[in-house]
């Protein structure tokens, strides 16, 4: 069974940055795109950012320039770095397959960007 815990999540201001991370607890990157989605209260989650096995990735478009997602193999951990932050980036954030299985979805890690 497939696990993912989400973190690096909290309270910056505009114009601030975080890092968040996602720890897989199986090997799945060989076998899935993996992918960052968030969810802002009263709205569906979205897709934000999607790396795939040969190392390409893609943005959703009001985050291009600004996140970057990358992995870790060896250590089973994908990441979303994010800077330039806005209050429109506030929202649960969560990593699972692309495209997700809803029984992979976690926790999630909370970003609010809040002055």
């Known amino acids: 069974q497939v696990q993912f815990v989400e973190s690096g999540g909290g309270l910056v201001q505009p114009g601030g940055s975080l890092r968040l991370s996602c720890v897989a607890s199986?090997?799945?990157?060989?076998?899935?795109?993996m992918a960052w989605y968030r969810q802002a209260p009263g709205k569906q989650r979205n897709l934000v950012a999607t790396i795939i096995s040969d190392g390409s990735t893609q943005y959703t478009d009001s985050v291009k320039g600004r996140f970057t997602i990358s992995r870790d193999a060896v250590k089973n951990t994908v990441y979303l770095q994010m800077s330039s932050l806005i209050p429109d980036d506030t929202a649960v954030y969560y990593c699972?397959?692309?495209?997700?299985?809803?029984?992979?979805w976690g926790q999630g890690t909370q970003v609010t960007v809040s002055s």
């Open positions: 699972n397959i692309a495209p997700p299985r809803a029984d992979y």
């Open positions: 199986g090997r799945i990157f060989s076998r899935y795109a």
